[in-house]
């Protein structure tokens, strides 16, 4: 399949009129391709589809091109051919804020989500820059640090937490925006064991769907029903974990 | 962590000093500098004035009066640039100095100006310490914006105040994993020369630097996440009471009445 460009995509369809056809799926890929300046093939041709609230996770090895495809999701990098749709809205320069409402993109480390001094003007910048009014904001940061047990820490520095409360923390300046997506670069990397079961237990509990790239393969198991293997940019395995992770040979071959 | 507890030991205590408003004390920390700078050289008293004013203060923060202006010395090599104030000022001559070829003569008028400059820069940077050490940086970064200072100005400070702490652990892994494999063995010299060492710093201050380039565009793209499209905002500050508007009036008042008085009496 030969795809065109996103940039000339006929704008947004944010409101597909109902009953002409089904609802699009929360997030499509179609053959999404990503050089980086430098020449590097990130992805080759990925293409996948994620229903409302579904858990998936995505693995594969350092440099598959895990954290690549999490970027695309809303708009930071933007495919050199394929197309990204959220609810079926193709990722354009018309649609990017939007989509950046819904798609909630958590960094791998927390010291790049958290870039404010105090933990309360962190979690309230993603509500501020969606223009909401001061009562509303303070709301939502409270909800939010209390859905990833953070309250109370709002004058803190983040400097001042751990990596499991900064996780947290970045957690929660992603849910405070609402989104219906959530795509996670290795939430749960570098947290000690108690911090990890916690991780587990709120990743369990959220009704987004969610995209979450890992190495630990031990989370997937208990988490997500569906797997991506990921392997040189491109979709080398997509289906029901438990066969995959029963299957040494197969995680072999994949480097798992 | 240490550097952290060791740039703000002293905002978590309690006194009237701590709860009055960054915004009050920031701007009454202006004036009194602005102050002492408009005092005319030889007012000692009007110096002494706005002194006894500050050291009010001082002691009703908890810090401890001998810590702040302990701490405070040390801008007194700055000062001492003022020392050619001494020789230069025209006025009766004092002492007179012979250099070598150069003959240099220390007038009254210098003297004073000389010790005029060294108090004022003493008593400001009390006044200095004196906000921050009873204030959170967040705090006084709030109250610079509520004093005007552009938004994207602030927001920078914000970013050198949340990163300086990352960078320094970064530094220090750095240093520790130099540490740990300058190993030497028995009866060997160690260490390699001044000039190798030195390559080998400089390539760690080019480390440090190309990882906070990284990520830098990481911290970039993780605005652009969440909204950011090149304007920053941020939530409005709440009204001045009228207990502390009453405050800064009078401050700002009283400082004003010594100027006036140290000009004009």
Same mark, same amino acid.
């Given at each position: 399949m030969k795809a065109t460009p996103v940039s000339t995509s006929l704008g947004p369809r944010l409101h597909p009129s109902p009953g002409v056809s089904p609802p699009p799926p929360l997030l499509e890929l179609r053959e999404v391709h990503y050089a980086y300046p430098d020449g590097t093939l990130a992805l080759r041709g990925v293409s996948l589809r994620l229903a409302q609230g579904e858990k998936v996770a995505l693995v594969g090895?350092?440099?598959?091109?895990?954290?690549? =495809?999490?970027?695309? =999701?809303n708009g930071v990098l933007r495919s050199t051919s394929g197309a990204v749709l959220v609810e079926g809205?193709?990722?354009?320069?018309?649609?990017?804020?939007?989509?950046?409402?819904?798609?909630?993109?958590?960094?791998?480390?927390? /010291?790049?989500?958290?870039?404010?001094?105090?933990?309360?003007?962190?979690?309230?910048?993603?509500?501020?820059?969606?223009?909401m009014a001061e009562a509303e904001v303070r709301a939502r940061v409270s909800r939010a640090l209390e859905q990833v047990g953070m309250s109370g820490v709002e004058r803190r520095m983040p400097h001042h937490l751990s990596l499991g409360q900064r996780k947290r923390v970045a957690l929660a300046t992603v849910l405070v925006m609402d989104p219906v997506l959530l795509?996670? /670069?290795?939430?749960?990397?570098?947290? /000690?064991?108690?911090?990890?079961?916690?991780?587990?237990?709120? =990743?369990?509990?959220?009704?987004?769907?969610?995209?979450?790239?890992?190495? /630990?393969l031990a989370m997937v198991a208990e988490v997500f029903p569906r797997v991506i293997v990921l392997h040189e940019g491109q979709v080398a395995y997509d289906g029901p974990g438990a066969p995959l992770l029963a299957d040494t040979a197969l995680l072999e071959q994949y480097g798992l | 962590?240490?550097?952290?507890?060791?740039?703000?030991?002293?905002?978590?205590?309690?006194?009237?000093?701590?709860?009055?408003?960054?915004?009050?004390?920031?701007?009454?920390?202006?004036?009194?500098?602005?102050?002492?700078?408009?005092?005319?050289?030889?007012?000692?008293?009007?110096?002494?004035?706005?002194?006894?004013?500050?050291?009010?203060?001082?002691?009703?923060?908890?810090?401890?009066?001998?810590?702040i202006l302990r701490r405070a010395f040390i801008t007194a090599p700055f000062a001492l640039a003022a020392l050619t104030l001494t020789v230069t000022r025209p006025g009766a001559p004092l002492i007179a100095l012979s250099l070598g070829p150069l003959a240099l003569t220390v007038t009254d008028a210098g003297l004073v100006?000389?010790?005029?400059?060294?108090?004022?820069?003493?008593?400001?940077?009390?006044?200095?310490?004196?906000?921050?050490?009873?204030?959170?940086?967040?705090?006084?970064?709030?109250?610079?914006?509520?004093?005007?200072?552009?938004?994207?100005?602030?927001a920078m400070l914000g970013f050198a105040y949340r990163y300086l702490f990352v960078l320094v652990d970064e530094?220090?892994?750095?240093?520790?994993?130099?540490?740990?494999?300058?190993?030497?063995?028995?009866?060997?010299?160690?260490?390699?020369?001044?000039?190798?060492?030195?390559?080998?710093?400089?390539?760690?201050?080019?480390?440090?630097?190309?990882?906070?380039?990284?990520?830098?565009?990481?911290?970039?793209?993780a605005m652009l996440s969440r909204g950011y499209s090149g304007e920053w905002r941020s939530l409005p500050a709440r009204p001045l009471s009228a207990g502390e508007r009453g405050l800064l009036v009078t401050g700002a008042a009283l400082l004003a009445a010594i100027v006036w008085l140290a000009h004009w009496r």
């Open positions: 090895l350092n440099g598959a091109g895990k954290s690549t =495809l999490l970027l695309h =999701l809205a193709p990722v354009s320069t018309a649609t990017l804020r939007h989509i950046r409402a819904r798609v909630g993109l958590l960094f791998q480390d927390p /010291d790049d989500q958290l870039f404010s001094p105090t933990v309360f003007d962190d979690v309230a910048f993603g509500p501020l820059h969606m223009g795509a996670l /670069d290795e939430p749960s990397a570098g947290l /000690d064991p108690r911090a990890r079961r916690g991780l587990i237990a709120l =990743l369990r509990a959220l009704p987004q769907a969610m995209l979450v790239a890992t190495h /630990d | 962590m240490a550097l952290a507890s060791s740039l703000d030991p002293y905002v978590d205590r309690a006194s009237p000093i701590h709860a009055l408003d960054a915004r009050v004390k920031l701007a009454l920390t202006l004036a009194l500098v602005l102050a002492l700078a408009l005092v005319p050289p030889g007012r000692w008293l009007a110096l002494a004035a706005i002194a006894a004013l500050l050291w009010w203060a001082v002691l009703r923060s908890a810090v401890g009066p001998g810590r100006a000389f010790v005029a400059v060294i108090l004022k820069t003493w008593l400001s940077v009390q006044a200095a310490l004196l906000l921050m050490a009873t204030s959170r940086f967040t705090e006084v970064l709030g109250a610079l914006r509520s004093l005007g200072l552009p938004a994207m100005l602030v530094a220090e892994r750095l240093l520790r994993a130099r540490e740990s494999r300058a190993a030497a063995l028995p009866g060997r010299r160690a260490g390699g020369s001044i000039a190798w060492r030195a390559g080998v710093l400089g390539s760690m201050v080019g480390t440090l630097f190309l990882r906070a380039y990284e990520r830098s565009e990481r911290i970039h793209a």
